[in-house]
């Protein structure tokens, strides 16, 4: 594809530059008016020169929506006009089709996502699928961007992995720019999820988990005492982290990392540790950001009927 855009592509040249203009209302495109082209189009106020056959090998919505031969575009005073895109977009997808892109990924955003825009549009499989696999793990492309994204375009896999990054995110990391991006609706349910996250990491700081009597130990009281202790003074600091909250699931990973916990008997301590790692608070995090998750795919399809 590319060596035939290569050898197709005709740039007019400087001197001509005074003859782009086409009834004193349009522009012609400086790159994408190919001598040899066979269908004219506009979009917005730029004229294309392009073929035909090409388009509509990429897209069956071009083969149906472009007129007939000797019916519409065949000449420029007379071309086929687009509506609802814009020229910045559309000669993204030209350029995509007619020329390609020689430069190794990661690929310019405002390109990945004008071809997913108009990919989807107009029903270009081979544009939809290389537009979806650069945006998806695209770090430059905010989670709210990739949710709006998903719910404009119908890509449900996206949701799951950017709404946990939000959640990750916290309240104050929240833009202006990413509850444009999310909605009223999405932001609503994403604020409601943070709200019950940190009650149930405030719940879990605030009252240490019961002990487990080990085999052997004779002074349980002693034990206790230990471990609400060390819960207060180093598990409850750790969970309330102002910058950098934990993951509820990463409490017994953590307490491991400190090793014995003094005054506490070693089987007292395993023993508790195995029936903590089974408790339901320490899986909070995971079980509301999945019905977070469910409740904007549920939104998203109530706007597909």
Not at 4 to 23: A, D, H, S, V, W
Not at 180 to 199: F, P
Not at 207 to 212: D, F, G, L, R, S
Request: charged residues 25%; contains cysteine.
């Amino acid at each position: 594809m590319f060596e035939l855009g290569t050898r197709l592509r005709q740039f007019i040249p400087p001197e001509k530059m005074e003859n782009q203009r086409c009834n004193g209302k349009f522009t012609k495109s400086p790159d994408f008016c190919f001598n040899d082209g066979t269908i004219w189009i506009r979009v917005e106020r730029t004229l294309y020169c392009l073929h035909r056959g090409i388009l509509e090998s990429h897209s069956e919505t071009f083969a149906q929506i472009l007129p007939m031969r000797g019916t519409g575009g065949d000449e420029e005073d007379n071309p086929v006009f687009l509506e609802s895109i814009t020229s910045a977009d559309f000669n993204y997808l030209v350029r995509h089709i007619f020329i390609g892109w020689v430069a190794p990924p990661p690929y310019d955003t405002a390109m990945l996502i004008s071809l997913l825009k108009l990919g989807s549009l107009y029903q270009m499989k081979l544009v939809l699928t290389f537009a979806q696999y650069h945006i998806k793990d695209e770090p430059r492309i905010s989670p709210a961007t990739k949710i709006n994204l998903a719910r404009r375009y119908t890509i449900p896999d996206w949701v799951r992995p950017a709404f946990e990054a939000l959640v990750r995110t916290g309240p104050l990391h929240i833009t202006d720019e990413d509850i444009d991006q999310l909605g009223l609706v999405t932001y609503a349910i994403l604020t409601r999820a943070q709200a019950e996250i940190a009650r149930e990491r405030l719940r879990l700081s605030l009252a240490a988990p019961p002990t487990v009597l080990g085999d052997g130990c004779v002074a349980h009281d002693r034990c206790e005492g230990a471990w609400k202790e060390f819960w207060g003074i180093k598990v409850s600091r750790w969970l309330n982290h102002p910058d950098k909250p934990p993951r509820l699931s990463k409490t017994c990973e953590f307490i491991e990392q400190l090793g014995d916990i003094p005054f506490m008997r070693s089987r007292c301590h395993s023993e508790t540790l195995l029936k903590l790692r089974g408790m339901a608070p320490l899986r909070a995090e995971e079980r509301i950001t999945e019905e977070g998750v469910e409740k904007v795919l549920a939104f998203h399809r109530s706007l597909e009927l």
